[in-house]
C-alpha cells in the first residue's frame, strides 16, 4: 500500500528504525555527500554543504530528505540528525519541533 500523507514524524520513526536494524547502513547514507550543481545548491529547501577548502557544493541523504518539508525562518529542515556526545555517533532522528521542546 501506498502512503499519500508523509510526515517529518514517519521520516524519523523509519530512519531510526532502520538505524537499529543496520546502524552501519545508515551511518553510512548519512555521512556520504556528493557533488550537485548550482541548481541543486541554490534550491529553496534542500540542505547543501559547500565548504571553503572545496569548490564542489555537496548534498547527502538527509539534505534532500529536508528538501520535502521546507525549511524553518533559520534556514533548518525539519528532521534533524541526533549525535551523541560521547560516541559521536549517531543516536536517532528527530524532528525539529521535538528537538525545540527538549
Given at each position: 500500500?501506498?502512503?499519500?500523507?508523509?510526515?517529518?514524524?514517519d521520516?524519523?520513526?523509519?530512519?531510526?528504525?532502520?538505524?537499529?536494524?543496520d546502524?552501519?547502513?545508515?551511518?553510512?547514507?548519512?555521512?556520504?555527500?556528493?557533488?550537485?550543481?548550482?541548481?541543486?545548491?541554490?534550491?529553496?529547501?534542500?540542505q547543501?554543504?559547500?565548504?571553503?577548502?572545496?569548490?564542489f557544493?555537496?548534498v547527502?541523504?538527509?539534505?534532500?530528505?529536508?528538501?520535502?518539508?521546507?525549511?524553518?525562518?533559520?534556514?533548518?529542515?525539519?528532521?534533524?540528525?541526533?549525535?551523541?556526545?560521547?560516541?559521536?555517533?549517531?543516536?536517532?532522528?528527530?524532528?525539529?519541533?521535538y528537538?525545540?521542546?527538549?
Amino acid at each position: 500500500m501506498l502512503s499519500k500523507n508523509i510526515t517529518a514524524n514517519d521520516v524519523c520513526e523509519l530512519l531510526n528504525e532502520l538505524l537499529k536494524v543496520d546502524y552501519s547502513c545508515v551511518e553510512s547514507l548519512m555521512n556520504y555527500r556528493v557533488k550537485c550543481n548550482i541548481h541543486i545548491a541554490n534550491h529553496p529547501t534542500v540542505q547543501v554543504q559547500q565548504f571553503k577548502t572545496d569548490p564542489f557544493p555537496k548534498v547527502g541523504l538527509l539534505g534532500i530528505l529536508n528538501g520535502l518539508f521546507g525549511i524553518d525562518a533559520d534556514g533548518m529542515g525539519a528532521i534533524y540528525m541526533v549525535i551523541d556526545d560521547n560516541t559521536r555517533k549517531i543516536s536517532s532522528f528527530r524532528t525539529a519541533d521535538y528537538i525545540e521542546n527538549e
